[in-house]
């Protein structure tokens, strides 16, 4: 597929770029950048050449500045209902894609923004970041899964400040109350993001989808059948190559190779 939105650009190590592609807009998410994410993010999931994200915004001011305000303006019920589905499943198509994603924050990441970057698995932010979700100053709420992950990231005090003052934090405040895994200057937050991505890739790779499966059952279904999952998911890791290879490997005192098997 062709985008007109957004980039898309796969490095050798198998790590997908995809930048929000509307700089003059502020990255806004239109409901065609949406279903080309979307698209995107399956690609991600079913391409076995790709082996994780990263999220990011083009130009210098936003990662994204929300959802586009002239659509959410004279959406009806109905269609707004749509439209928060539409952003929910291509966010969750991300969030459970089985491989590693990043949302390099680098600038305001508002409404759908942070929504979006919540969906990653973790978030590194540029220090002119500012991380917010708006929606109550429009009179509305947010539509794309800020009321789950937000409170779940930070705790349901914090969230509900962020939520119900629609005041952003800066990416230091974002920062201190988790809700980002970093800062890093600018310039360095893509170089950051592959490197952290380079050190997760050398991992089992059947291992890192696990392990984010048993995290999102979890927080989905409580403790005793997160904790039953991640039983049945350890006895799966035990029977992959990967188990040999990784434990071998330590054994003989040298550096594993994966073959995701
Ligand atoms: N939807 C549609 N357009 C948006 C947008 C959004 N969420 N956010 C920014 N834009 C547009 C602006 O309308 C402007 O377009 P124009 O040049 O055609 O007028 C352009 O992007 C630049 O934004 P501008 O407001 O001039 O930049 P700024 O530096 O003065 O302010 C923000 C930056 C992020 C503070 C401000 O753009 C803003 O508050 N955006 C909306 C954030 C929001 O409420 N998001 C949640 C939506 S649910």
Known sequence: MSYNHILFEADAAGVALITVNRPDKLNALSGAVVLELRAAFERVARDPGIRAAILTGAGTKAFVAGADINELAVLSPIEARAYAERGQAAFRALETCGKPSVAAVNGYALGGGLELAMSCTVRF?????KLGQPEVKLGIIPGYGGTQRLPRLVGRGRALEMLLSGEPVTAAEAHR???VNAVVPRAGLLDHSRAWLAGVLANGPLALGLAMEAVDVGLDSGLDAGLRFEASAF??????????EGTRAFLEKRTPVFAGK
């Not at 932010?125 to 970041?129: G, Q, R």
């Not at 006895?235 to 040999?244: H, I």
């Open 235 to 244: 006895g799966v890791s035990a029977a992959t190559d990967d188990r040999r």
């Open 177 to 179: 109350i988790g809700l």
């Open 125 to 129: 932010a540029s220090e002119n970041a």
